[in-house]
């Protein structure tokens, strides 16, 4: 699951070097956290949020009987900061 996100997430952004899916596997379903670079979540989100929608029913539509969930992992603002 985490390579079809990765190819769909790195075909729209313009840094695709910083996309990040972390898989985790449940009994039941399986949780995809996507993180990229801070100027590409409007790109990734999409207006409304229509392409992460969009994004979601592929997955959704290729896990199967698992449940597959993605959360886009927004960068904190204060990263760097202590």
Known sequence: ??????????????????????????????????????????????PDGETLRAIRTVLSAASGRRKAVLELVEPSSDAGEE
């Open 1 to 46: 699951m985490s390579e079809l996100v990765n190819f769909l997430v790195r075909s729209l952004v313009s840094r695709p070097d910083a996309v990040r899916v972390n898989e985790v596997q449940g009994e039941a379903s399986i949780l995809l956290e996507l993180a990229v670079d801070a100027a590409d979540l409007e790109r990734v989100k999409g």
